[in-house]
């Protein structure tokens, strides 16, 4: 099946620096991509959705300037966490589309989890 | 404000049970409805839903949708303790031109006892 990756599985960094989680699809290109939040004990919440070679779709509520996200190629998209606070400690998963058109899988990376101190 | 809504939020059984997981849904632009099993990490897929009264098999694991009334429910048989997890339903709806966006529910959490 369909893999996608996630770079790095965990990470702790200090209150103020900014970290960048990578999210690669394998085995097949992805048009679309999609960064969720998951905070403990609860279900996953979309944030923004990656198309490639243009700009993100960010939900409501979701700073575009405090989570960058760049979608450069069909098999990577990056979300940058930009002067982290502790509030920003969460479980962040990337999940992947192969192509368009509606009712395809999406397959999920196995997450990044981000510790800010 | 699209919803997905789980029931129950969690359900302790012992091996051998039989169990059955809802979601229901209010969403706007209807594609897909879509179940993951989520152990210690992301959410594995398990179905993909998108036509009414056709029932999806894997093993002992079965879903079905209802497109008229707004659910889909998903069946485990036989449970096994490896089944323990937190079971997810997500709806796809359509945004514009963008596809793919999932609005999940709270998820069921499953726990098989031996």
């Known amino acids: 099946g369909a893999v996608v990756s996630q770079h790095p599985s965990w990470v702790i960094c200090k209150s103020g620096t900014s970290v960048k989680i990578e999210c690669r699809s394998l085995?097949?290109?992805?048009?679309?991509m999609f960064w969720y939040r998951q905070f403990p004990k609860q279900s996953l919440m979309l944030m923004a959705t990656s198309n490639e070679g243009s700009k993100a779709t960010y939900e409501q509520g979701v700073e575009k300037d405090k989570f960058l996200i760049n979608h450069a190629s069909l098999t990577l998209s990056t979300l940058t966490v930009t002067s982290a606070h502790p509030e920003d400690s969460s479980f962040y998963i990337c999940?992947?589309?192969?192509?368009?058109?509606?009712?395809?899988?999406?397959?999920f990376g196995p997450g990044t989890r981000l510790t800010v101190t | 404000e699209d919803k997905v809504v789980q029931s129950p939020l969690s359900l302790v059984v012992h091996e051998g049970d039989t169990v059955t997981l809802n979601c229901s849904y209010e969403v706007t632009n209807f594609r897909s409805l879509l179940w993951y099993k989520q152990e210690k990490k992301a959410p594995t897929f398990l179905f993909m839903l998108?036509?009414?009264?056709i029932e999806k098999k894997s093993g002992r694991l079965s879903s079905i949708l209802d497109k008229k009334e707004l659910f889909s429910i998903l069946n485990i048989t036989a449970t096994q303790t490896g089944d323990s997890a937190v079971y997810l339903c997500a709806v796809e709806v359509a945004g514009g031109t963008s596809y793919g966006k999932l609005t999940f529910g709270q998820g069921t959490i499953l726990t098989v006892h031996p």
């Open positions: 999940s992947a589309r192969e192509g368009g058109g509606p009712a395809l899988k999406q397959y």
């Open positions: 998108t036509s009414s009264g």
């Open positions: 085995d097949f290109q992805a048009t679309t």
